[in-house]
């Protein structure tokens, strides 16, 4: 068993996964309630009146949108309630994956076995994909399911993109994370500086509006590659993906890099 820590770690999180697919079922069913009985018309009219500044500090450059389901879904959950949820989780499995197994001392167990260090961080690391996998799973499936209760006419080709762009933002976070574990092997450090990096991807791209001398400091924001494209409107965009890919390669490359070289019995 220790020597499969792909299928033990996932293994180990499924009470999690479930606990959020509930969470993110209640939401769903939450949200598709007030799309389909509130009149959304109205509060958009409402919402139309607010300074323009305001609504982008909210909900970034995109604004609001209130009139079609499409919208309140952007507005409501996927600017930051469900980014919160799947980034929070990719960075703690990020953590799991180097800095928690050295401070647990558990990880001289594990590597006694013969598992070496790069196939135990890779294996750690398909686990934290997979995991993330599994929720963003859940979410479309609590899409569709209280879509169908209220009769809502859902585009699910971009609500499928727009999951598809925070399931790489989430795992590329994730990466980093564990990439920060293995070059300080601290926990604090981990969570502090993978969890600045996301805020501050996100400022970036919420604040990009009114910072026309600095404008393309946009391209630094995971943020911007999540959702610059509006993936729920527009649809899968044809290269903001790689972005996250070529990140993904290159956190995991450094950490087998520091992986290898840390000294785990300090």
Not at 95 to 102: C, F
Not at 138 to 160: E, K, P, V, Y
Request: glycine share 6%.
């Amino acid at each position: 068993m220790l020597r499969n820590i792909f299928l033990k770690s996932v293994q180990d999180s499924v009470k999690t996964i479930l606990a959020i697919f509930i969470l993110l079922f209640l939401t769903c069913l939450m949200v598709m309630f007030v799309v389909a009985e509130l009149p959304m018309e109205e509060f958009q009219r409402i919402i139309d009146l607010l300074p323009k500044g305001l609504l982008t500090a909210f909900a970034g450059p995109a604004g609001i949108d209130l009139s079609t389901p499409e919208g309140v879904l952007n507005t409501d959950m996927f600017t930051v309630f469900i980014p919160l949820i799947l980034i929070g989780s990719a960075i703690y499995y990020g953590y799991d994956s180097t800095a928690k197994e050295e401070e647990s001392r558990t990880l001289d167990l594990i590597l006694s076995t013969g598992i070496s260090r790069s196939n135990f961080l890779i294996q750690k690391l398909f686990a934290l994909t997979a995991k993330i996998f599994l929720i963003i799973c859940g979410l479309i499936i609590s899409i569709i399911i209280t879509g169908t209760i209220f009769d809502l006419n859902i585009a699910m080709t971009n609500i499928l993109a727009i999951c598809i762009q925070l399931f790489l933002i989430s795992t590329t976070l994730g990466f980093i994370a564990s990439m920060i574990g293995t070059i300080l092997g601290k926990s604090s450090h981990v969570f502090g500086i993978a969890s600045g990096i996301a805020i501050i991807s996100y400022f970036l791209y919420t604040l990009e509006p009114f910072l026309k001398d600095f404008e393309n400091l946009k391209y630094l924001s995971l943020f911007y590659y999540y959702k610059g494209g509006d993936p729920l409107v527009q649809g899968f965009h044809s290269w903001h993906w790689s972005i996250f890919i070529a990140t993904d390669l290159i956190a995991l490359t450094v950490a087998l890099y520091f992986w290898k070289k840390r000294d785990l019995n300090n």
